[in-house]
């Protein structure tokens, strides 16, 4: 099952390309999915299990499969992507003779509003109780909630934090984002207290007399998990019996349509989420419409 083109693909992605290790081993996933359909598939059609032998077709036929499977439109896509990646780099190193995946198109994905949550349900979060065990514990889990909101950071950023990423003099954190990519993100007064009030305090005790740079750690003193972070935000919302569906993601969501709500241009928000691309940006305007066209029919005499 081309181990050693696929392998060689994989080494690429991660020195030359520099992306990080989650991000590699969903490319394996989604490529040994992909040649396993294709290797099944070739041999019902007793054709040459080879590389030379992927065409368009049998792309178009593994997206019909997924469909048939049930897998959302945007897993759909994102399998394409992995795909189309490594069809490029298979033609590039002269391993293929055409790019087979480059003539299939994306599938249509549905035009989604992300999910955010009012000041009131972020103010459950931030001055509520928060859940844990002890005192180290609950200070921990509202810098965590404080640091989502102020800076919209991805989870994965959230927990790759170390210490020496908080700047407290100048008021920033330092993040490491997709692709490698270093971006300098402001932090507000609240946020700030919170860390500083953690780290200061409390994770001293988190920290077990052990050598750790990490920001945030578990109760054994490790860097915390992302399934962690979401145990916590769990736990969080069934003792403030909030219902509605909150992620990690929801904060950096929500920090973005605040942000838009209150004057903030597009591109200054696209650098502090750390979007390549203004496009992916944009999807929150359609939360500020959508936002907009609930108050005009609650507050127009004619709406």
């Not at 950023?157 to 490491?176: A, F, I, S």
């Not at 305090?201 to 740079?213: E, F, I, M, S, V």
């Not at 419409?289 to 005009?296: N, W």
Request: aromatic letters at 8%; proline letters at 4%; hydrophobic letters at 35%.
């Amino acid at each position: 099952m081309a181990v050693e083109e696929l392998k060689e693909y994989l080494d690429y992605l991660r020195v030359q390309r520099n992306l990080s290790p989650a991000t590699v081993d969903a490319y394996e996933r989604d490529l040994t999915h992909f040649l396993h359909f294709v290797w099944e598939q070739l041999d019902l059609l007793d054709r040459p299990q080879a590389l030379a032998e992927v065409d368009k077709y049998l792309v178009r036929d593994y997206l019909a499969f997924l469909n048939r499977e049930g897998y959302a439109r945007s897993s759909v896509a994102r399998r394409l992507a992995s795909i189309r990646g490594f069809s490029r780099y298979l033609y590039a190193q002269g391993h293929i003779a055409k790019d087979f995946a480059l003539p299939v198109g994306t599938p249509k994905q549905p035009k989604t509003v992300p999910e955010t949550m009012t000041m009131d349900e972020i103010r459950c979060f931030l001055e509520g109780n928060m859940p844990g065990s002890n005192e180290a514990l609950r200070a921990r889990n509202k810098a965590i909630f404080e640091l989502l909101y102020a800076t919209g950071i991805r989870l994965s950023e959230l927990v790759g934090l170390n210490v020496d990423d908080v700047d407290t003099t100048h008021h920033y954190v330092r993040v490491l984002g997709k692709g490698r990519k270093e971006r300098i993100v402001p932090l507000g007064e609240y946020a700030l207290a919170s860390v500083h009030n953690y780290c200061l305090n409390y994770r001293g005790q988190l920290l077990k007399g052990q050598d750790n740079p990490a920001l945030f750690l578990n109760a054994a003193g490790s860097r915390i998990t992302p399934r962690g972070v979401q145990y916590i935000l769990e736990e969080c919302c069934r003792l403030l019996a909030v219902h509605k569906k909150i992620t990690p993601h929801t904060f950096r969501h929500t920090f973005a349509t605040h942000l838009l709500d209150n004057g903030a241009d597009l591109r200054s928000i696209q650098e502090l989420l750390g979007h390549s691309s203004l496009s992916t940006t944009q999807v929150y305007t359609k939360v500020t419409r959508s936002h907009l066209k609930t108050v005009y029919n609650r507050a127009h005499p004619r709406a």
